[in-house]
């Protein structure tokens, strides 16, 4: 058993990435997710081999992540939503580089400046690629503090085992609210060794180098095709999701995050009422939880897509459905919560 | 019989790809000699910009980095800040440094960071064909000033060295020239003097360099080298602008 503590959920994934291993953190504030700044502020600046620094921008901050990320440590950043969209150019070398780190974002109202109350609306961003060309987060999509603390630990195993740039992707509620949580014993995880390609100084071998760049157009076509190598692998082999209630369900709900766990009391008001709602909360959102939906929609009929958002997750349950069942949507945009009984209200349209 | 003169261990085999009288080339031998006599090629890493040297990781023989337009000074935090005992350089034109990367510079400098920065000044844009930097000089006629560099509408040219140097973490700030051997002496001399205060973990260091863009300047080779001492060293002065014996 390990310790168990009462955490906000900004605070947890701080904690979690110092117990993750993670030595090195750059950022820079923005509401809602400055007490992890300030978290990793306050422990990493008492420790040894250790780095904090708050960075002038969140452009800075994620390109000091590339840097330290390229001598192989493990390395952190965080924002919300319009910083996020800042880091994009970062992410995208990042990830062309082939070096692993962990990017937080704890989403806001959008878009624009928005406002500060939780939201979805940076799914396409996340998972889709965000900055410029063909690439892809591991996205990951908690939905308690206890699933931040456990998920932000993996997504530093996943960024290692596939050297490939990790996102939480959880919002401002998450972010803000306080449970129990506990930081368990992991498993031993076999990672790839990082000794063929951090930058260290050549002593003992030849120079090498990390870039995000060739000029051949055969090469860089190559270089693509590797890359989505590892995208296909992570679609075989690391799909996580939580099925509740599927058998005989009449409506089936899919959401992520916070949004799910509202789904979850919605599925309890609706049995009280006589309907059989299940759900299906993708915990990846990269790679998508396709064969569940695909299979689902082969028993039930009807889907509800519900998010905080005017409608992105849906398109991907629409591709995995791929037109075998009817898939509805429910939004609520700008920082708007849904209520377990909105949902039910919705969900009762199709029933 | 004694060797007098080769090739900086620092360097690779692989030719340059600078355009003919261009001064990059003068300019990356003398950091990888630099790198030699203090013995730490080995214990290097470099962080190359985008623009014209934007190959300059298959030119130095140390461990390299590109980093993006005008983010080497972050990047370089980043490896400096995890491995404190590296000797961590940028190098990078002045679109990059003084233009995009201006946060960058000015940040990296304020924390000092224990990085040394060489920074090349050619009043232009090489690796996107002669467009107007931060330091073209007025009256300057480039793709995106083709009637000259008008100050009211385009501002002065940005002297870096000088600004960096009210900061009171920037250790050691210089300026040189590579236009005539004795300038080429003075530079080397610069930049040992930049790395040594790396060595000794006294802060930021930073040596600008003024060098020619005979392509996009439409000078010979010989026709840049007297422009740049007749219109680039007037305005922008040679000289140490800070020390480390400032430093507090």
């Not at chain 1, 800042?86 to 928005?114: D, F, T």
């Not at chain 1, 997504?155 to 306080?178: E, R, S």
Request: proline share 5%.
């Amino acid at each position: 058993m390990g310790e168990k503590m009462l955490m906000k959920g900004n605070e947890a994934i701080g904690e979690a990435a110092i117990r993750a291993g993670c030595r090195y953190y750059f950022g820079y504030p923005i509401t809602p997710q400055s007490e992890l700044t300030a978290y990793m502020a306050k422990k990493l600046l008492k420790m040894k081999d250790a780095a904090f620094v708050q960075a002038e921008s969140e452009i800075a901050a994620i390109n000091m992540v590339y840097g330290a990320a390229s001598t192989g440590v493990r390395v952190m950043t965080s924002s919300s939503s319009p910083g996020i969209s800042l880091k994009q150019e970062g992410i995208s070398y990042i990830a062309c580089s082939e070096v692993p780190c962990v990017v937080v974002n704890m989403q806001r109202g959008g878009p624009g400046l928005g406002d500060i109350q939780p939201s979805q609306a940076d799914y396409f961003q996340a998972v889709k690629g965000g900055g410029h060309g063909d690439y892809h987060l591991i996205v990951l999509a908690p939905s308690s503090v206890q699933e931040l603390v456990d998920l932000t630990m993996d997504a530093f195993d996943l960024a290692d085992k596939y050297t490939n740039p990790a996102m939480i992707l959880g919002d401002g509620l998450i972010g803000q609210m306080m449970e129990a949580v506990e930081f368990k014993e992991r498993p031993k995880v076999e990672l790839p060794d990082k000794s063929g390609w951090t930058l260290t100084g050549c002593k003992g071998r030849e120079h090498r180098y990390v870039v995000s760049f060739d000029l051949d157009p055969n090469i860089l076509e190559k270089w693509n095709l590797k890359i989505n190598e590892k995208y296909k692998k992570l679609k075989e082999k690391e799909v996580r999701y939580e099925a509740v209630n599927l058998e005989n369900a009449d409506l089936v709900i899919v959401a992520y995050g916070t949004v799910a766990r509202i789904a979850k009391t919605t599925i309890q008001m609706a049995k009280k009422e006589g309907f059989n709602i299940g759900l299906i909360r993708p915990i990846t959102l990269f790679p998508f939880p396709e064969k569940i939906i695909a299979n689902t929609a082969g028993k039930t009929k009807k889907f509800l897509t519900v998010e905080m958002s005017l409608g992105q997750m849906v398109e991907d349950v629409k591709l995995a459905v791929n037109g075998k069942a009817e898939v509805n949507f429910y939004g609520r945009a700008g920082g708007i919560i849904p209520s377990p009984e909105e949902i039910l209200k919705e969900a009762k349209k199709y029933l | 019989m004694k060797k007098v003169f080769g090739r900086p261990e620092s360097l690779t085999e692989v030719p340059f790809t600078y355009c003919p009288g261009c001064h990059h080339g003068i300019a990356h031998r003398l950091v990888a000699e630099v790198l030699d006599e203090f013995k730490v090629r080995e214990n290097t890493i470099g962080v190359c910009p985008v623009g014209c040297s934007v190959f300059a990781y298959l030119f130095f023989n140390v461990d390299m980095i590109c980093a993006a337009h005008g983010r080497a000074p972050a990047t370089a935090t980043g490896i400096k800040r995890v491995k404190p005992d590296s000797i961590v350089f940028t190098y990078q034109g002045d679109g990059d440094l003084a233009s995009i990367g201006t946060a960058e510079i000015v940040h990296a400098a304020n924390r000092g960071e224990n990085i040394t920065v060489i920074f090349i000044n050619n009043a232009i844009y090489g690796m996107t064909g002669g467009q107007m930097a931060p330091t073209t000089l007025v009256g300057q006629v480039t793709q995106t000033s083709p009637y000259g560099r008008d100050p009211k509408t385009m501002g002065y040219p940005i002297r870096m060295a000088e600004m960096l140097s009210t900061l009171k973490r920037a250790a050691y700030i210089s300026r040189v020239a590579l236009n005539k051997p004795a300038n080429i002496i003075k530079a080397k001399k610069s930049i040992k003097k930049a790395f040594q205060v790396q060595l000794d973990k006294k802060g930021f260091s930073m040596v600008e360099i003024l060098s020619t863009c005979p392509t996009n300047w439409g000078l010979s080779p010989i026709e840049a080298s007297k422009w740049l001492e007749e219109n680039m060293i007037p305005y922008y002065p040679l000289g140490e602008f800070r020390t480390p014996e400032e430093v507090a």
